[in-house]
């Protein structure tokens, strides 16, 4: 049975309400189900185009609230191909295709509808796109701007969801068309505001706490002590002589000279598996979990891998980024992996006596005028040349401790 807003499309046509009407349920379990908002998309438009109208094309596009993402654009057409392409942040004039693009005419001009006759060769001419659309037999568009939210605020922060429907059906869309696609379109921008919300989350959890961290929290740890002893290399690195750049140089300049430094070092670690846990003053502090024992040596080597390519990306920068010293201290061994702080500001982060330790030995590089110190723990698993010191004094140990750099 058809819902009030179905049967207000005018049709006269039982298998065509039928089949809007089958769009629409498949529309509800989907919102409700787990899977990508382009899938959906994909699978709309082509029901669409073999159950209610030819439908030629179809795009969509959405802004992100994503660190380095600014919006995510999908496209259908009839004959399979798909083109998802994730775009990083820039400035919306950047790209001219963009800007003499019927969807920015409609973003520009705060226009929710926008519906263009192809057979028209005026029309053809309002915008280069148009000139694709007739050249593959397209003969009727329109596209649809939904705000999620406030309007005013949704189209000042770009928050909402644009999609457009191209038809080569003879004389064009007809309007019991027009009402099906508005109606189901409804369903699929509430789905899209459900998918941009849950991304989202998931994105800026990643984002801020790294991907390990974000995945526990959206299992449901987020209580203040959720978490799992689990065992790790432990890196911590240490920037030398910041205080003093920073008194010297211009906040912006210091800035932008911690974040090439930030940049290079944490994406080497990154690039061998790591994860970046927490970004501390002018250090980080980063883990390569070991499942088992046996995980340990590549865990180890790829830890040290990190601190090697991190250094040579870092050389390498046109700037003064390339003169910055720094220390790394890696250690093995035990850690709480899992909620901590107040109760009311949490950090999932590790805590435990091999975190303080890999600290302690980052400390030494200074005293020891070492780039990069291990532990014995460490070492023992690699086999590769090392240089020894002394047994070390650390505040708060009642050992001394051995430590090593790689020659």
Not at 241 to 265: P, R
Request: hydrophobic share 40%.
């Amino acid at each position: 049975m058809l819902n009030p807003t179905i049967a207000r499309i005018p049709s006269g046509n039982a298998d065509f309400e039928d089949a809007v009407d089958a769009i629409e349920k498949w529309l509800i379990r989907k919102t409700l189900g787990n899977v990508s908002l382009t899938k959906i998309f994909t699978e709309f438009s082509r029901r669409i185009d073999q159950t209610l109208f030819p439908l030629i094309r179809s795009h969509v596009t959405m802004r992100q609230m994503h660190p380095f993402i600014d919006h995510t654009d999908h496209t259908w057409n009839r004959e399979g191909e798909e083109l998802t392409s994730n775009s990083r942040p820039r400035s919306l004039t950047d790209d001219p295709n963009w800007v003499q693009s019927p969807l920015y005419y409609m973003l520009e001009n705060v226009i929710l509808e926008y519906r263009c006759d192809m057979a028209q060769a005026e029309n053809v001419k309002k915008f280069p796109i148009f000139s694709d659309f007739e050249q593959i037999g397209g003969t009727d568009y329109i596209a649809f701007l939904t705000p999620f939210g406030s309007r005013e605020a949704a189209i000042k922060s770009h928050d909402g969801v644009m999609s457009s429907w191209l038809t080569d059906k003879e004389g064009g869309f007809e309007e019991r068309d027009i009402a099906a696609l508005k109606h189901l379109l409804s369903l699929f921008d509430i789905a899209a505001r459900v998918f941009k919300r849950e991304q989202t989350l998931q994105d800026v959890l990643s984002a801020y706490l790294g991907p390990l961290a974000a995945h526990q929290v959206m299992e449901g740890k987020t209580q203040r002590g959720d978490g799992d002893i689990i065992q790790a290399v432990i890196w911590i690195c240490d920037l030398r002589g910041s205080s003093s750049l920073a008194d010297e140089m211009a906040m912006a300049d210091y800035l932008a000279l911690l974040n090439q430094f930030f940049e290079s070092m944490s994406e080497a670690v990154m690039a061998e598996g790591g994860e970046v846990l927490k970004f501390m003053g002018d250090g980080f502090l980063a883990i390569f979990p070991t499942p088992n024992e046996a995980a340990i040596a590549d865990a180890a080597n790829r830890a040290l891998t990190a601190a090697q390519n991190g250094a040579d990306a870092l050389a390498v920068l046109p700037s003064e980024a390339a003169q910055l010293k720094f220390g790394i201290g890696i250690h093995h061994g035990d850690v709480m992996f899992g909620n901590i702080g107040a109760r009311e500001r949490l950090d999932f982060s590790v805590i435990g006596p091999a975190v303080n330790m890999a600290s302690r030995i980052q400390d030494l590089t200074k005293t020891l005028d070492a780039n990069l110190l291990v532990t014995s723990t460490i070492a023992k698993h690699l086999d590769r040349p090392w240089r020894s010191f002394d047994p070390q004094s650390v505040p708060g140990l009642k050992y001394s401790i051995k430590v090593l750099t790689p020659t």
